[in-house]
């Protein structure tokens, strides 16, 4: 049964969450395409392309104006990258890696685009997936931005209509967002997330021009999903045993730790050949009884000691992806936000680990999986419950909410 368009847009209405009465001074994008909101405390820039961040603006322990997220100057270049690097768009319409990309439902086998390792899997969506398509977008004000968009039924091999809605929203030192997905006309897999890359540094750090100096904090992570050679789940669930490479659960630890230890662990464990962090932890609340996501306790951390910007996490996913930019090469330029000027001993790029992905979401490919018993979290019908996921980032300067 496909949904009448009038019954679409008050459900999604009903959904969308209402930030401020308050009209934006701006009636569009500025010059670049870029769409400001702001708060106390961040000043956040978005565009239409993947419904992507491209900016966001904190002042660091010295004052300092930073820029935290990768990205672009210009809306118009996201198109034009030829590496495609995701930055800070949403994935979809299912994030992350499918298995020889192909699923099932209700006994119907679907093949989707095949556009990673030589079409041996799927990554966030296909060839055309979510982040590389316009959204519209549907309600704007001074703190607050609303991005829209109709995938077809069909589109990249997935079955079925979805309609979805991102909202973006900064008050107090925080940037929340809600997404939102309706399956309009047959069961499809939905799993979204926010695919940003992070410096807290601002890239101007002029002591290193890594983010492997930033400390990381797990704590409901004591478990992951194990992945063959090209990241795709196997269908164990590994544990994190204490001191171990991935381990970030038992306490706050750098991203660089085992870096600088030579732990051989690290060689290959995010691929084959490849020396770093590309994992899905699992995120274990559960266990302490039932909890309010927005307020019981963060699922990740992130901190720099060098600019005193700590990123406190919240949200009602199950799973939780770290990259460590180990595929950045020092070909994609810094802003003109960020990075130092005066500096000749760092070039003006994204090197190797210069970066950090934070990905909310839930078990990753768990559509191929079904001993995990996770189908009413990631596939969706007419008629049923939407797709819904939340979160809350809470910035914070030297450890102490400003």
């Known amino acids: 049964m496909r949904f009448p368009t009038a019954k679409i847009a008050a459900l999604g209405a009903s959904l969308i969450p209402i930030a401020s009465a308050q009209s934006n001074s701006s ?23 993947g419904a992507s961040i491209s900016h966001l603006l ?28 995701h930055f800070g768009g949403v994935p979809g319409r299912y994030a992350n890696r499918i298995k020889n990309s192909t699923f099932e439902i209700d006994g119907e086998t679907y093949k989707v685009d095949a556009n990673e390792n030589g079409g041996l899997d799927t990554l966030h969506g296909g060839s055309d997936g979510w982040d590389y398509r316009n959204f519209t977008v549907v309600a704007y004000t001074d703190d607050s931005i609303t991005f829209s968009i109709v995938d077809p039924d069909g589109k990249e091999g997935f079955p079925g209509e979805v309609v979805s809605y991102i909202t973006y929203t900064v008050h107090d030192w925080t940037w929340d967002f809600k997404m939102i997905a309706l399956a309009t006309t047959k069961k499809t897999p939905i799993m979204l997330s926010s695919h940003t890359y992070w410096n807290l540094d601002g890239f101007a750090n002029n002591e290193t021009n890594l983010v492997l100096n930033h400390t990381f904090y797990l704590p409901y992570s004591g478990q992951r999903v194990g992945v063959d050679n090209i ?60 909890y309010d996501w927005r307020t019981d306790g ?37 802003k003109t936000t960020q990075g130092l000027f005066d500096n000749a001993d760092f070039p003006r790029t994204i090197p190797q680990y210069g970066c950090v992905v934070l990905e909310v979401e839930d078990w990753i490919d768990a559509i191929n999986q079904p001993s995990w018993q996770r189908e009413k979290k990631q596939i969706y019908e007419p008629g049923g419950d939407p797709y819904v996921l939340q979160a809350s980032y809470v910035f914070s300067i030297n450890g102490t909410s400003s």
């Open 27 to 49: 009636t569009g994008p500025d010059e670049n395409g870029i769409y400001w909101i702001k708060s106390e405390g961040l000043t956040a820039g978005f565009i239409a392309y």
């Open 58 to 85: 904190i002042n660091d322990q010295y004052g300092i104006q930073r820029d935290v997220v990768a990205g672009f100057d210009n809306a118009t270049y996201y198109g034009i990258d030829k590496q495609h690097n």
């Open 231 to 290: 990241l795709i789940p196997t269908g164990d669930i590994l544990a994190n045993q204490p001191g171990s490479v991935n381990d970030f659960w038992s306490g706050p630890k750098q991203i660089g730790a085992a870096f600088d230890s030579g732990d051989a662990e690290l060689k290959g464990n995010c691929g084959f050949n490849c020396t770093g962090y590309d994992n899905c932890w699992l995120v274990n609340r559960e266990q302490n009884g039932p």
């Open 298 to 334: 963060f699922v990740a951390q992130l901190a720099s000691p060098w600019s005193g910007i700590q990123l406190d996490v919240y949200s009602d996913q199950e799973a939780f992806q770290m990259y460590s930019c180990n595929g950045q090469n020092g070909s994609v330029a810094l």
